[in-house]
């Protein structure tokens, strides 16, 4: 299966494949540009000043009830690692097919895995993406080349984990809990952390593709990096909204681990990636969650009799080879377990 780089270098694609045509219908191709995307500011959330620390975890409670997405700033992660990650993850995009398919893993569930759209085996039409995973902890998994590339992820990964932590004590905050709480239940420190590189060529009819279709995503919190490209819109109060994120921010979304442990007061929001005609974006998320063997259900703290319980409890590990076998089309892999 060719990549879409390979694609788009091979033979100045004038026009989109066939292949590769996925079109939306009229409103679901309607942007709305009114709403802005909450902020959260880390050094707030982490400020020894308890006004300023519980306006902030306030502020994250309705971001993550009311969004499931928010920009965070002043998270500490410096703009020099932040770019070496960034160039680092276009080397790799930059070696040869021959070596990148060293790493087109067989399963979904495989360490290290290349590959171009979502899952070519079920999906309907092709998605203009490319994207490398890797199961970075509690294991470090990454492709050797190349040269440096390893260490750069190492570094870039072990940051946006203390970022996660802290954002998860904020958000135990929020919902009244002891701050470790969700550390302990689900065993955050050996928890499964997943990086996902995506990488989309310019398309000269974007129109006419996605990069990656709507989705939500699995684990309790995903952080987005991306490049000057702009490319994600996420799904509120059912419309679409282009997340255009303020410069050295992080996109952070709820995903379905949290919905699921919250049963339902956090939601995880449905999300999609368009490409563009000017450049190769590419975006770097983390996905952070439990131990992959851990079995993730609605905490009883969340049950009573107004809100009895809305999700089957499934072993995390099962929950992404399932989400990762199907065709992602629009709907939430949640609404499988949802009772
Ligand atoms: O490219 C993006 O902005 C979104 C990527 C994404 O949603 C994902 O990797 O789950
Ligand atoms: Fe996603």
């Not at 292949?19 to 982490?46: A, C, G, H, R, V």
């Not at 995506?198 to 996605?210: A, G, I, Q, S, V």
């Amino acid at each position: 299966m060719l990549s879409v780089k390979e694609l788009v270098e091979s033979n100045s694609v004038r026009s989109v494949p066939s292949n590769y045509i996925s079109l939306k219908s009229p409103e679901d191709s309607m942007l709305y540009e009114t709403e802005n995307i909450p902020t959260i500011d880390f050094s707030q959330l982490t400020s020894s000043n308890p006004f300023d620390r519980s306006k902030a975890i306030q502020q994250l409670g309705y971001a993550c009830r009311d969004w499931g997405f928010f920009m965070l700033i002043n998270h500490g992660v410096s703009e020099t690692l932040r770019e070496k990650m960034l160039r680092a993850t276009q080397s790799f995009f930059d070696l040869s097919e021959e070596e990148k398919k060293e790493y087109a893993g067989e399963k979904v569930l495989d360490p290290i895995r290349y590959g171009t759209s979502f899952n070519v085996m079920v999906d309907k039409a092709l998605f203009w993406r490319d994207f490398l995973k890797c199961h970075v902890h509690p294991h470090l998994n990454v492709p050797s080349k190349p040269t440096g590339f390893s260490e750069i992820v190492d570094e870039y990964i072990r940051k946006s984990r203390e970022v996660v932590g802290e954002l998860l004590t904020g958000i135990c905050g929020s919902l009244g809990l002891e701050e470790n709480y969700i550390h302990e239940k689900l065993n955050v420190e050996l928890g499964a952390q997943m990086l996902i590189a995506n990488f989309y060529p310019p398309c000269p009819k974007p129109e006419l593709t996605m990069g990656l279709p709507a989705h939500t995503d699995h684990g309790l919190l995903t952080l987005l990096l991306q490049n000057q490209f702009c490319g994600l819109q996420i799904q509120h109060k059912g419309k679409w909204i282009p997340a255009n994120p303020l410069p050295n921010s992080f996109l952070v979304n709820t995903g379905d681990h949290l919905e699921i442990l919250t049963n339902g007061k956090y939601k995880s929001v449905l999300h999609r990636a368009v490409v563009n005609t000017k450049g190769t974006r590419i975006s770097i998320a983390t996905a952070h969650g439990a131990p992959l063997d851990t079995i993730v259900g609605p905490a009883p703290e969340f049950i009573d009799c107004d809100n009895p319980e809305a999700y089957r409890a499934i072993k995390y590990g099962d929950y992404i080879q399932f989400q990762q076998s199907h065709e992602l089309h629009r709907r939430s892999c949640l609404d499988r377990i949802r009772i």
